[in-house]
């Protein structure tokens, strides 16, 4: 071995090294947490392309979100060096993304074009309840959200909607079955696809049509998968179509099957419910014949005690193979525990033992991360933090992507780059607000069905429409022209943030917005510079790729000749400014996307996300919170046996990315729904032995504290209001004798109704000094200082 590959080898137990090395048919990785399986694939990718002179390009690594296929890229890259630029390392929805948008030309009966759309949560539910109100659905019995999610399933296990109402069973199944065929109806005709239909897609465009299916085979030799307990159905068939050994049904030579590894640990299945079959795993001996199986026992990650934690707790799921996961990391320390009085005490708790750690020197705040098992559950956090000062950063909850203004401008993207989006093009129709009312959309609507085209094409003819007033005729025909001169602009070859800024410019978009006097239409304009600035930087990495692919170019690719056909050596991402690629990009980000990469020279910041988030990632510290039953098992887990069991595998990831220090805390009470609830703790505490947790504070020992649920409830209260005499030296008395705080925009305040907020601007001084306060998902709130209990932190 030279000494590169060595090095390649270099830090891994003998197991591992068998895997990386391994050469031929099928294998599966099966280790618990932490032992190493993510750095086996990479590794693996390493040594493939280095000592077994596999092009790059060959290779498809598929990683849970697209963060982790970043990372993955980075450290290849990091072992190899520039050529890891050809690999295709993705999400299966990404590389779902880019075989459908290569090839269906070859695919017409499909009924997509290759600039469709792709809709995410908010536009299929949408696209769902234009169908129940079309098909006079009560859509309170049918909630959209809830026949999306159907829709979602069927789709994971690959039935179409005639499939589905083959298979109905009853009346409600088949109005399920009929909803599902029209939503996809629709879909189909706005060129556009939800995230299930990419992997669906997909697979049936390979099943399909062999040839392709052949090119694909050629192409990727090596297929790697991280994360194969939480594969679904459509995506296990994916990787069968590319990988399985007979292909089989195609014409002309066939080509032997290309090398696979999956890595997995089925107790870490946490997607059960959405459709991720554990079984992928299990089963891969016999759906995949020849395959080896590679078991790795000694963990890397974490110490002796988190290590026994884990364990205890996964133990006590039934039916799972025996795994005997070890650490030489040593005992460390013990798992610290606390009882909080609510949720705010427990923030509070948890705030102060992260300053104790930062401040000793003990832990960088990036190195720490506080877990919950619901997105709401963040916001008492977040309100301790700010409070003290904390840098910390969310991942989840309210998504830039998600704002209204953003929206609409993706709207007017989406629209431009795919005219038979009707659900883009009617969202921005009016907006800015052009005097196109209601009847004139239903009118406009009405003629597309009566012509059978789209919404897009009834604008361009909108002078045929009878039972127009002129005014909205008028209306109608300059948002024609409108869309018309930017698509122009799109045909031109324009870079992506050329379009968005003309479309800024020329749709009126943020001039409505500077015109109003709502100061949260100030945050909106601010956000639209934003999404710009995304867009600039997108065009600009594009053409940095563009570079490396020229100084590729010019090396010459150390191809292996026999193995692939010349058109597909060393495929290379070709440089894409343009706005199809840049709504792709967008379309495809996932939450996990937004971990904070860290900052050289500084201490980073804390990281709050849910367990389901956490999956794959490790920290020194973790801070498992919400400890009860009725949040965590979540409350709808409580009677159901296997809905029980993800929950404790749940806690088995959540317990598995601590490296060295373990915090895990409950609250007596919280407020749930609006109410406060006094919970018991979570039964996956007490799975964990007693002598490995040090309890800080237990409920027993909390003085008075067994005595009566409104006590209780006074207390949770009084721990939300303002503590002590907060107002410094104002400008004024106010009637009460309290101070006139004094602000600036950008200070940080706490209403005892609103809670906390930024404030956006003041204006005026002394009695009549004003406020606009934005308290997030509340609002932005005008307030007069002199009346508004406003607490300045
Ligand atoms: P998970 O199940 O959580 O996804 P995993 O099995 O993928 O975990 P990795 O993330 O690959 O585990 O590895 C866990 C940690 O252990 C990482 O920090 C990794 O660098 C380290 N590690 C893995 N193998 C070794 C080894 N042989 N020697 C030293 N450190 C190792
Ligand atoms: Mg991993």
């Given at each position: 071995?030279?000494?590169?590959?060595?090095?390649?080898?270099?830090?891994?137990?003998?197991?591992?090294?068998?895997?990386?090395?391994?050469?031929?048919?099928?294998?599966?990785?099966?280790?618990?947490?932490?032992?190493?399986?993510?750095?086996?694939?990479?590794?693996?990718?390493?040594?493939?392309?280095?000592?077994?002179?596999?092009?790059?390009?060959?290779?498809?690594?598929?990683?849970?979100?697209?963060?982790?296929?970043?990372?993955?890229?980075?450290?290849?890259?990091?072992?190899?060096?520039?050529?890891?630029?050809?690999?295709?390392?993705?999400?299966?929805?990404?590389?779902?993304?880019?075989?459908?948008?290569?090839?269906?030309?070859?695919?017409?009966?499909?009924?997509?074009?290759?600039?469709?759309?792709?809709?995410?949560?908010?536009?299929?539910?949408?696209?769902?309840?234009?169908?129940?109100?079309?098909?006079?659905?009560?859509?309170?019995?049918?909630?959209?959200?809830?026949?999306?999610?159907?829709?979602?399933n069927?789709?994971n296990e690959?039935?179409?909607?005639?499939?589905?109402?083959?298979?109905?069973?009853?009346?409600?199944?088949?109005?399920?079955?009929?909803?599902?065929?029209?939503?996809?109806?629709?879909?189909?005709?706005?060129?556009?696809?939800?995230?299930d239909?990419?992997i669906?897609?997909?697979?049936?465009?390979?099943?399909?049509?062999?040839?392709?299916?052949?090119?694909?085979?050629?192409?990727?030799?090596?297929?790697?998968?991280?994360?194969?307990?939480d594969t679904n159905h459509a995506q296990y068939?994916?990787?069968?179509?590319?990988?399985?050994?007979?292909?089989?049904?195609?014409?002309?030579?066939?080509?032997?099957?290309?090398?696979?590894?999956?890595?997995?640990?089925?107790?870490?299945?946490?997607y059960?419910?959405r459709g991720a079959d554990?079984?992928n795993?299990?089963?891969?001996?016999?759906?995949?014949?020849?395959?080896?199986?590679?078991?790795?026992?000694?963990?890397?990650?974490?110490?002796?005690?988190?290590?026994?934690?884990?364990?205890?707790?996964?133990?006590?799921?039934?039916?799972?193979?025996?795994?005997?996961?070890?650490?030489?990391?040593?005992?460390?320390?013990?798992?610290?525990?606390?009882?909080?009085?609510?949720?705010?005490?427990?923030?509070?708790?948890?705030?102060?033992?992260?300053?104790?750690?930062?401040?000793?020197?003990?832990?960088?705040?990036?190195?720490?991360?506080?877990?919950?098992?619901?997105?709401?559950?963040?916001?008492?956090?977040?309100?301790?933090?700010?409070?003290?000062?904390?840098?910390?950063?969310?991942?989840?909850?309210?998504?830039?992507?998600?704002?209204?203004?953003?929206?609409?401008?993706?709207?007017?993207?989406?629209?431009?780059?795919?005219?038979?989006?009707?659900?883009?093009?009617?969202?921005?129709?009016?907006?800015?607000?052009?005097?196109?009312?209601?009847?004139?959309?239903?009118?406009?609507?009405?003629?597309?069905?009566?012509?059978?085209?789209?919404?897009?094409?009834?604008?361009?003819?909108?002078?045929?429409?009878?039972?127009?007033?002129?005014?909205?005729?008028?209306?109608?025909?300059?948002?024609?022209?409108?869309?018309?001169?930017?698509?122009?602009?799109?045909?031109?070859?324009?870079?992506?943030?050329?379009?968005?800024?003309?479309?800024?410019?020329?749709?009126?978009?943020?001039?409505?917005?500077?015109?109003?006097?709502?100061?949260?239409?100030?945050?909106?304009?601010?956000?639209?510079?934003?999404?710009?600035?995304?867009?600039?930087?997108?065009?600009?990495?594009?053409?940095?790729?563009?570079?490396?692919?020229?100084?590729?170019?010019?090396?010459?690719?150390?191809?292996?000749?026999?193995?692939?056909?010349?058109?597909?050596?060393?495929?290379?991402?070709?440089?894409?400014?343009?706005?199809?690629?840049?709504?792709?990009?967008?379309?495809?980000?996932?939450?996990?996307?937004?971990?904070?990469?860290?900052?050289?020279?500084?201490?980073?910041?804390?990281?709050?996300?849910?367990?389901?988030?956490?999956?794959?990632?490790?920290?020194?510290?973790?801070?498992?919170?919400?400890?009860?039953?009725?949040?965590?098992?979540?409350?709808?887990?409580?009677?159901?046996?296997?809905?029980?069991?993800?929950?404790?595998?749940?806690?088995?990831?959540?317990?598995?990315?601590?490296?060295?220090?373990?915090?895990?805390?409950?609250?007596?009470?919280?407020?749930?729904?609006?109410?406060?609830?006094?919970?018991?703790?979570?039964?996956?505490?007490?799975?964990?032995?007693?002598?490995?947790?040090?309890?800080?504070?237990?409920?027993?020992?909390?003085?008075?504290?067994?005595?009566?649920?409104?006590?209780?409830?006074?207390?949770?209260?009084?721990?939300?209001?303002?503590?002590?005499?907060?107002?410094?030296?104002?400008?004024?008395?106010?009637?009460?004798?309290?101070?006139?705080?004094?602000?600036?925009?950008?200070?940080?305040?706490?209403?005892?109704?609103?809670?906390?907020?930024?404030?956006?601007?003041?204006?005026?001084?002394?009695?009549?000094?004003?406020?606009?306060?934005?308290?997030?998902?509340?609002?932005?709130?005008?307030?007069?200082?002199?009346?508004?209990?406003?607490?300045?932190?």
């Amino acid at each position: 071995l030279d000494a590169r590959a060595q090095q390649l080898l270099e830090g891994l137990n003998p197991p591992q090294r068998e895997a990386v090395v391994h050469e031929g048919g099928p294998v599966l990785v099966v280790a618990g947490a932490g032992s190493g399986k993510t750095r086996v694939l990479t590794r693996r990718i390493g040594w493939l392309i280095e000592h077994r002179g596999v092009v790059p390009g060959s290779i498809l690594a598929i990683t849970f979100t697209n963060k982790a296929a970043a990372e993955m890229r980075s450290r290849v890259a990091s072992l190899v060096g520039r050529p890891a630029r050809a690999m295709w390392v993705s999400t299966f929805h990404s590389a779902c993304v880019r075989i459908l948008r290569s090839e269906l030309g070859q695919a017409p009966e499909i009924g997509l074009r290759r600039s469709f759309s792709i809709y995410d949560d908010t536009d299929t539910k949408r696209l769902m309840s234009m169908v129940l109100r079309d098909q006079n659905l009560d859509t309170k019995r049918f909630a959209p959200r809830a026949l999306v999610n159907w829709v979602s399933n069927a789709k994971n296990e690959l039935l179409t909607p005639a499939m589905t109402l083959e298979r109905a069973e009853s009346g409600n199944d088949q109005l399920h079955a009929a909803a599902y065929a029209e939503y996809q109806r629709r879909l189909v005709a706005a060129n556009a696809v939800d995230f299930d239909d990419l992997i669906m897609v997909t697979v049936t465009l390979l099943a399909s049509h062999p040839e392709i299916r052949e090119e694909y085979r050629r192409r990727f030799r090596h297929v790697l998968v991280d994360e194969y307990q939480d594969t679904n159905h459509a995506q296990y068939m994916l990787v069968r179509e590319l990988c399985a050994p007979a292909a089989g049904g195609g014409s002309g030579p066939q080509i032997g099957a290309p090398e696979l590894m999956v890595v997995g640990d089925s107790d870490q299945s946490i997607y059960a419910f959405r459709g991720a079959d554990v079984g992928n795993i299990l089963d891969f001996e016999k759906d995949f014949p020849g395959a080896r199986t590679i078991l790795l026992e000694q963990n890397y990650r974490s110490t002796q005690t988190i290590l026994s934690t884990a364990n205890a707790v996964i133990q006590h799921n039934s039916g799972r193979p025996a795994k005997r996961l070890w650490s030489d990391a040593g005992d460390g320390e013990a798992v610290i525990g606390y009882t909080a009085d609510s949720e705010h005490d427990e923030a509070r708790w948890v705030a102060e033992q992260i300053d104790a750690l930062h401040d000793q020197g003990k832990s960088d705040y990036r190195d720490i991360a506080v877990f919950y098992r619901t997105n709401a559950q963040s916001r008492a956090l977040e309100e301790v933090f700010i409070r003290l000062g904390l840098p910390y950063r969310v991942v989840g909850g309210v998504r830039f992507y998600e704002r209204r203004e953003i929206r609409d401008a993706l709207g007017y993207l989406r629209a431009l780059a795919n005219p038979a989006d009707d659900v883009s093009v009617r969202r921005v129709l009016n907006v800015p607000k052009r005097g196109i009312g209601a009847r004139a959309e239903a009118a406009l609507e009405l003629f597309a069905a009566s012509e059978q085209i789209t919404f897009g094409q009834a604008i361009e003819r909108v002078e045929e429409i009878p039972g127009l007033a002129t005014r909205s005729r008028n209306q109608v025909a300059s948002f024609g022209a409108l869309m018309a001169g930017l698509r122009g602009l799109v045909e031109s070859g324009a870079p992506a943030d050329d379009v968005l800024a003309a479309v800024l410019k020329d749709s009126g978009l943020v001039d409505e917005l500077k015109a109003s006097t709502d100061p949260q239409d100030e945050t909106r304009v601010e956000n639209l510079v934003e999404l710009l600035a995304v867009a600039q930087e997108f065009v600009a990495q594009a053409h940095t790729l563009d570079l490396d692919a020229g100084l590729r170019a010019d090396t010459g690719s150390n191809a292996d000749p026999g193995e692939l056909a010349d058109e597909l050596v060393g495929a290379m991402p070709e440089a894409d400014d343009s706005l199809g690629a840049f709504l792709e990009r967008i379309a495809l980000v996932a939450d996990s996307d937004q971990i904070p990469d860290a900052e050289p020279g500084s201490s980073g910041v804390v990281t709050l996300m849910t367990l389901h988030t956490a999956k794959g990632l490790e920290f020194d510290t973790v801070f498992l919170t919400g400890m009860e039953d009725g949040v965590f098992p979540h409350a709808r887990a409580l009677a159901e046996t296997g809905e029980l069991a993800e929950e404790r595998r749940l806690a088995y990831v959540g317990v598995t990315r601590a490296r060295r220090r373990l915090f895990v805390t409950r609250a007596l009470v919280r407020s749930m729904w609006g109410k406060p609830q006094a919970n018991p703790p979570s039964r996956f505490l007490e799975e964990i032995p007693q002598e490995l947790i040090d309890w800080r504070r237990t409920a027993g020992r909390i003085a008075g504290w067994q005595t009566t649920a409104s006590a209780r409830l006074a207390d949770s209260r009084r721990s939300l209001e303002p503590s002590g005499p907060v107002f410094g030296t104002g400008r004024g008395q106010v009637p009460g004798g309290r101070t006139i705080p004094s602000l600036d925009a950008g200070d940080r305040v706490m209403h005892p109704s609103f809670g906390l907020g930024t404030v956006v601007s003041t204006k005026g001084s002394g009695d009549s000094a004003q406020a606009d306060v934005d308290f997030g998902s509340g609002g932005i709130k005008r307030l007069a200082l002199r009346f508004a209990p406003l607490e300045k932190l």
